[in-house]
């Protein structure tokens, strides 16, 4: 296989890295960007909340545009432009202007999301397909960590407009890395078999595969959100050990991203493995729940295990669906289903703390737990289906290498 397929994979990594540091960065600026605007704690969450929107509803039409043009001129502009809005939210002089700019960023960047997966899968065989778009999904916590490391430094050192445009830098990297590097995958033809599938929007089994990974995705939202202010509040950890089991669980779940991708290389199914943490992600909240109240040695490790587990998953659920439309409408496969997931999550932290305020915190992980079991459930046919269709590619393959070669 080319080697020139790592290049292809950093540039991806770095260009989903950039968006994940806007997104997920943010918060850490939340006391800074209060301070500077004089923002209310909603108004504080709305500004949080504008790039996710942003990226929600233009993903989709990046992912179908990486089809038409090719990833390298979407990311381009996206990430170029993502870098002016940022520089514009850096010189936000009110608080409206501040989140139209920080949308518009989130509109731009998104095409980072899609095209890089589209990328990553044109160049890598089936064989390392799942390991490298786990690696390319590890970019989002680790994005979010990087940023919430630096950007509360360079407010110390150069104030608000300083962190916004380091992460508009950032995106400029991004941008100019696509440029220089990402280039389309050589031919391939007589290696792959052919992708027989209705466009994504009207195939049935890429719907039910974006509905059950955002069913899977509430538990992942919901932890990563909650676990500091549970700990620390309903268990008295102080506030920096309680972030460093965050940290601990969100580099646990950057790494089984790739370990899930690459065990699902070497045997094949993305969806059935999938479906089965689905269902361990389930059984470790209800785990969470019954140790809610026992002591810490006890409770933390399981914790941890079932944050690594909500997070572990999604590699294999954009290998899924990218696999399930072929090459060329990957992209739009990939923005359908990045774009169903955040709608139908989009109020997880809402509803969580809602349900912690109503219930408890014990009922509240075993109520979540509904979520992953759900979605896990919800991929059965598709388990089916993936067997049929990889008992088909091994016949194609079979009946490639009994052809006569080719005289020359």
Sequence with gaps: MNPYRWTILAVGTAAQ????????????????????????????????????WGIMLTLLAWGALAD???????????????????????????F????????????????????????????????????????????????????????PLAVALGGLRAALLLLGGACAAGALAAGR??????PTTAQRPPVAAPRPLRDRRVWRLSVA????????????????????????????????????????????????GRRSDRRGPRIAPLRRLGLATAAALLATAALASAPLLLLVPVLVVAGVLSMSWNGLSFTAAAELSGR???????????????????????????????TSWPLAFALLAFFPLSGALLTGPLVADEERRTGARHEWLRRQSLSPAPRV
């Design 17 to 52: 890295g950039a968006l994940a540091a806007v997104q997920q960065g943010l918060p850490a600026l939340g006391p800074a960007l209060r301070d500077a605007y004089g923002l209310s704690l909603p108004e504080v969450g709305l500004v949080l909340a504008s790039v996710s």
């Design 68 to 94: 038409r043009i090719g990833e390298r001129t979407v990311i381009c502009l996206g990430l170029a432009g993502a870098t002016l809005a940022l520089t514009a939210a850096a010189w936000a002089p009110s």
């Design 96 to 151: 409206a202007w501040l989140v139209f700019a920080l949308a518009v960023a989130g509109a731009l960047g998104g095409s980072a999301s899609a095209a890089s997966g589209r990328a990553v899968m044109g160049w890598f065989d089936r064989s390392e397909r799942g390991m490298a778009l786990g690696v390319r999904q590890m970019a989002v916590p680790m994005g979010g960590a990087i940023a919430a490391l630096a950007l």
């Design 181 to 186: 590097w990402l280039r389309e995958p050589p």
């Design 213 to 260: 990974s955002a069913l899977l995705v509430w538990a992942q939202i919901a932890l990563l959100a909650f676990c500091v202010l549970f700990l620390h509040d309903a268990r008295g950890l102080s506030a920096a050990a309680a972030a460093g089991v965050l940290a601990l669980m969100q580099l646990g779940g950057a790494l089984a991203r790739v370990l899930a």
């Design 328 to 358: 060329d409408q990957a992209g739009t496969a990939l923005g359908l289903q990045g774009t169903v997931m955040r709608a139908l999550s989009a109020g997880t932290a809402i509803a969580f703390g809602a349900l912690v305020s109503a």
